[in-house]
């Protein structure tokens, strides 16, 4: 046994989603004791992964994100590019119920590191980033999304694409169509390399 820290396989990802999010759990409870985590669903070997901003009032009765309206136009767009709910892995940024304002630096500075190892334990193919909050957070950019969507970009090696949220676009569905343009992106990467 004492070989064993040398016989590691440098590819794989050193640790789990489920061992990420247990972490994340019991220090999030100390920080953040009122609140309600939610956290990703899907395949954990997934080759897109979906990231928001934070879970909605309709993820609550589930534990899942991305339900009620906005998981329903989610589904529709992922549909529309060959993709299943349940083929990919879906998460957000931040872990528990919150509205954008309500979103602090604070909240921000603890979650960012476990999506990060999220994001590199999973190691999909591609990530596609729903709005201003994961872009940022992913890119480290303070761009806002309607100045960076649509073009993909490098995290770690792992192609990303940022587009809008499909809560905005049911507030502003004059977007539908930039958003469409994002995701054939998204299906013709995923078609080219099998």
Do not use: C
Not at 38 to 62: H, M, N, R, W, Y
Not at 79 to 105: M, Q, W
Not at 164 to 174: E, G, Q, T, V
Request: no cysteine.
């Amino acid at each position: 046994m004492q070989n064993s820290l040398f016989e590691e396989n440098l590819s794989e990802p050193s640790e789990s989603v489920e061992g990420i999010n247990q972490e994340m759990l019991e220090k999030g409870k100390a920080l953040f004791p009122d609140k309600f985590f939610i956290f990703g669903t899907g395949k954990t070997d997934a080759q897109v992964v979906v990231i928001g901003e934070s879970p909605g009032l309709p993820d609550a009765d589930s534990e899942k994100p991305f339900m009620g309206p906005v998981g329903q136009l989610l589904e529709k767009i992922l549909l529309a590019v060959g993709l299943k709910r349940e083929e990919v892995y879906l998460t957000n940024v931040v872990k528990f119920i919150s509205a954008g304002d309500e979103i602090t630096p604070e909240i921000l500075k603890f979650f960012t590191p476990f999506m990060h190892r999220e994001m590199l334990a999973i190691n999909p193919k591609v990530i596609v980033s729903l709005g201003n909050t994961p872009t940022k957070a992913l890119l480290n950019t303070k761009k806002a999304i309607s100045q960076i969507r649509g073009d993909f970009f490098d995290y770690n090696g792992i192609k990303l694409m940022p587009t809008f949220n499909p809560a905005y676009l049911l507030r502003d569905p004059s977007k539908k169509r930039e958003a469409w343009e994002d995701m054939k992106k998204v299906r013709d990467f995923l078609s080219h390399t099998g």
